[in-house]
């Protein structure tokens, strides 16, 4: 069965710093991996996804993510943080019958 | 923009009561999901429908809860005999038609049990 972890529940960054939000999956087939972004009192927006055309994936808001086979990972990460940015951030594998299996989610500080 | 809308944005009632959520998506797309997602929490697959038909049901989904997609348009997700437990957000989505495919979410309806 497939599954994603998500390391650190509440990560914090100065406003131009670097973001890194991980995420490792467990799958036994190639796996199809989804970032997405949660602001308050909203639905989730996708940032960006993962099909096996190409390791690195470029999102909206210039998030980016790499898909590492050998880590099992898809981390996502950002090279200068905005305010805007502080949300929470859920990664998702989708499974054999096409629903999305989240992670428990990271929430985003950015301070001035 | 997905445009799938959700209705009620909030609902409060009290235990035991019956509610009703109910969701429009604009697309025409064949599938359509419903997610419960608690405080902390990622969402969870609760249900889906390929046009009309109810094709997977999650173990979450208790026999006090029923979904239908009459049409193969809107959907509506009904608790019966509401429990404390069940407070949670409740998620739409649309798309999602093969393993790349994205799901395009809905806002939500946030359910408080009293």
């Known amino acids: 069965a497939q599954s994603v972890t998500q390391l650190g529940s509440h990560v914090s960054v100065s406003e131009g710093a670097l973001v890194l939000l991980r995420c490792n999956y467990s799958?036994?087939?190639?796996?199809?991996l989804f970032w997405y972004v949660q602001y308050p009192n909203q639905g989730l927006q996708l940032l960006l996804k993962y099909t096996s055309a190409a390791t690195l994936v470029k999102g909206i808001n210039g998030f980016e993510a790499e898909f590492k086979k050998s880590e099992t990972s898809f981390h996502l990460t950002k090279p200068s943080a905005h305010m805007s940015d502080a949300a929470e951030y859920f990664c998702?594998?989708?499974?054999?019958?096409?629903?999305?299996?989240f992670g428990t989610g990271t929430r985003l500080q950015v301070f001035p | 923009d997905t445009g799938v809308s959700q209705d009620p944005r909030h609902k409060i009632t009290k235990r035991g009561q019956n509610v009703t959520f109910r969701c429009d998506p604009i697309?025409?797309?064949?599938?359509l999901y419903w997610y419960r997602q608690t405080l902390g929490q990622g969402p969870e697959f609760l249900t889906y429908?390929?046009?009309?038909?109810?094709?997977?049901k999650s173990r979450l989904l208790s026999d006090r809860f029923s979904a239908e997609r009459p049409k193969g348009s809107f959907s509506t997700l009904e608790i019966q005999r509401t429990e404390q437990g069940d407070s949670a957000m409740y998620l739409c989505a649309e798309g999602g038609e093969g393993p790349t495919d994205t799901q395009y979410f809905g806002p939500g309806t946030r359910l408080t049990v009293l």
């Open positions: 697309s025409e797309h064949n599938r």
């Open positions: 429908f390929q046009n009309e038909a109810q094709l997977e």
């Open positions: 799958s036994s087939v190639p796996p199809y």
């Open positions: 998702a594998v989708s499974d054999n019958t096409d629903k999305l299996i």
